[in-house]
């Protein structure tokens, strides 16, 4: 027994030293994957120039900064759209900027643009089947374009921009024969661009600065004898300095005589003067609508209509993007993962002439994942709207979608 202690002892000795070796080889291995974890979330943060890599399931994931995304490309070639909307754009600068004063009555469509043109410089081209037209239309500051709306609305015409950047002013059923294929194009767009911003904004409403005006704004005046609407709202845009739009009916009702106004709102004084003939009025940005409340119900009914549609095709688009897709590659531009997304999903594609020229770059690996997925790393390298509605996928400029839609 004696001689099988110094073993005992020996053995013990071995063991503890071959702890200490393990302890010290592993214990450091284990700090340092512990370190790694620790400064892996930050290392990205540390490093310069574009956004580094971030890691991901399918391994690194690098987008440029989205404020230099953002830039256009210098050498990314235009699109043809975006050619006709800078010609376009330039067609309308004047009708964008001037404001114009009219007092037509019964005016003769010709005239009318013939009056336009020579005090504030307008031009217009009228087909001919525009002959016989007329105007009546009385305002005061009104930006043209919007005038030229209304005037064309009122008339049943329609205008356009040709493509050789000339404004033409025609039946609505000869549009085709002015407006240019890509004209169609740019139609499809504003179609897009105002059902993202009508489902961004559902449920929201805002009211117009207008309309806090009407019920500020305090007018004094004789009474008023019995009329036609038009003539009241006349009296009423030289009084307030307010355009007032009625919208078209067939037979306008006769207002009954009204007591004289004694301080009165504007929003008061139209209510009751309305009231009797079954009329009422909304506002927009610029002008007073008014219009029977039959029409105005119709219209709110619309509007439900428009919000339902709105909210099913939402969900529509969430689960259209959760469908799997295998995308990626090295230096990508924007038009280029748009393309690989669309084709990968099987949709036609419509960038728009602001995206298909951005300056985002993205390198990632392809990997099968949700389409959503990928939506989400285009938007880290630049500003975009993806989105899917009537069968294709459209990337847009978030900061296109306020801009008006008049045609």
Request: with cysteine; glycine share 6%.
């Amino acid at each position: 027994m004696k001689r099988l202690a110094p073993l005992f002892a020996l053995t013990a000795v071995l063991a503890v030293v071959v702890f200490v070796i393990l302890k010290a080889r592993f214990g450091k291995q284990d700090a340092a994957e512990e370190s790694t974890e620790n400064t892996e979330g930050t290392a990205s943060k540390s490093k310069s120039g574009p956004r580094d890599f971030a890691k991901s399931k399918a391994g690194l994931i690098r987008t440029t900064d989205p404020e230099k995304g953002a830039l256009v490309d210098p050498n990314a070639p235009a699109t043809q759209l975006g050619e006709y909307i800078v010609a376009r754009d330039k067609a309308l600068e004047k009708w964008q900027k001037t404001k114009i004063d009219a007092e037509w009555e019964g005016l003769a469509l010709q005239e009318a643009m013939a009056d336009l043109a020579g005090r504030y410089g307008l031009k217009t081209e009228l087909d001919p089947g525009t002959a016989g037209k007329t105007v009546t239309f009385r305002v005061e500051q009104l930006e043209a374009i919007t005038a030229l709306d209304q005037i064309t609305k009122t008339a049943n015409l329609s205008w356009v921009v040709n493509a050789s950047g000339e404004l033409w002013i025609m039946p609505t059923e000869k549009l085709t024969t002015y407006a240019p294929p890509v004209w169609f194009d740019l139609k499809e767009l504003w179609a897009a661009r105002e059902a993202v911003l009508t489902d961004r904004n559902a449920g929201v409403v805002r009211e117009p600065a207008l309309a806090k005006k009407l019920r500020d704004l305090a007018i004094a005046g004789r009474a008023i004898p019995a009329g036609d609407i038009p003539a009241l709202l006349s009296f009423l845009s030289q009084v307030t300095e307010v355009n007032y739009v009625m919208r078209p009916t067939e037979r306008p009702p006769a207002l009954p005589p009204l007591a004289p106004m004694e301080g009165e709102t504007v929003d008061s004084f139209l209510r009751r003067a309305l009231e009797p003939v079954s009329y009422t009025f909304t506002v927009t940005a610029d002008s007073v609508i008014v219009l029977s409340k039959e029409q105005e119900e119709a219209e709110k009914k619309e509007e439900a209509g428009r919000e339902a549609e709105g909210k099913r095709r939402i969900e529509a688009e969430k689960e259209f993007f959760r469908k799997q897709v295998n995308v990626g590659g090295e230096n990508l531009s924007l038009r280029a993962l748009a393309e690989g997304l669309a084709a990968a999903l099987n949709v036609p594609l419509v960038v728009d002439p602001r995206s298909a020229r951005r300056s985002a770059n993205y390198t990632f690996k392809a990997i099968d994942r949700p389409a959503q997925e990928v939506v989400d790393i285009m938007k880290k390298g630049c500003p975009v709207e993806v989105t899917w509605r009537e069968g294709k996928l459209w990337v847009l400029a978030p900061e296109d979608l306020h801009e008006g839609t008049s045609k």
